[in-house]
């Protein structure tokens, strides 16, 4: 708990104004911290987009040696709620990013969900890949 509280206390400071709070989903398509993170901080002004984004089916887990290729992440999520995204500036909230494309993906789903823009915010990544686009998150 005291790690949650911890990135509770990052995000919050981060993220100011009128927007949509979303999660890149897990690979196994289960709750995840970030989603427990955006129910505690949404409010009026951060609209709760825990399940804007979820997995049609789980995918090998990324930490355990699976596909980092961002087709697999494009052909296995979507946007489950268009009401909360559409015309909305979203923050797209992941723990920790490596090569970045879970991030680009969601990213891309979320545009074309008609999110005016979208924001990425990981609290943490890996140094294997360091050219990548979100290796500076």
Not at 15 to 36: D, H, K, W, Y
Not at 57 to 71: N, P, T, V, W
Not at 81 to 88: H, L
Not at 110 to 126: D, R
């Amino acid at each position: 708990k005291a790690h949650l509280f911890l990135q509770l206390y990052l995000v919050d400071a981060k993220i100011t104004g009128n927007c949509t709070l979303c999660a890149v989903p897990t690979s196994g398509g289960g709750f995840s911290c970030m989603e427990e993170i955006i129910k505690i901080i949404a409010n009026e002004n951060r609209i709760d987009g825990s399940n804007a984004l979820r997995r049609k089916y789980a995918i090998e887990k990324l930490s355990q040696g699976g596909s980092r290729d961002i087709d697999v992440h494009l052909n296995s999520i979507y946007c489950f709620d268009r009401n909360n995204v559409f015309g909305k500036f979203v923050v797209l909230l992941d723990d920790v990013a490596t090569t970045g494309n879970s991030m680009l993906a969601c990213q891309q789903i979320l545009l074309e969900a008609g999110a005016l823009a979208v924001f990425p915010l990981c609290l943490g990544f890996t140094v294997k890949e360091p050219f990548t686009a979100y290796a500076l998150c």
